[in-house]
């Protein structure tokens, strides 16, 4: 018999809502693609996030298990993020979906000129 406290979920609906939302894969990809980095550095590498959108996305990454937030104890505080394992098992997604969206732009959004992700 089922424990009628838990949750019963789609394994896709489980996985796009960890890495859904606008920036949450962007940010993976930037982590990934520079190694460990600083909050300053992600936050001139988002166009267009705002400061408490960053910090938000980056909680929610950490309590998902999918990035480490590191903290130094010195002044000025200095706090990096990485990826863990986990996380790290998404990139072939990531590069797949950006290499199809790469090719999507080229051939059909004449109207729209894409930014790097690197």
Do not use: N
């Not at 460990?36 to 590498?45: N, P, S, T």
């Not at 999918?66 to 990826?83: G, I």
């Amino acid at each position: 018999m089922k424990d009628s406290k838990r949750e019963s979920i789609c394994s896709v609906d489980y996985g796009f809502q960890r890495i859904g939302g606008k920036y949450k894969c962007r940010l993976i990809w930037y982590i990934h693609t520079h190694g460990i980095v600083r909050y300053g550095v992600l936050r001139r590498m988002v166009k267009g996030i705002t400061p408490k959108m960053l910090t938000q996305t980056l909680r929610e990454l950490e309590e998902d298990k999918l990035v480490v937030r590191t903290v130094y104890h010195e002044v000025p505080p200095k706090v990096e993020y990485s990826l863990t394992p986990i996380a790290e098992e998404l990139v072939p997604f990531i590069q797949h979906v950006k290499e199809w969206a790469d090719r999507r732009l080229e051939e059909l959004e004449k109207d729209i000129d894409p930014i790097s992700c690197d």
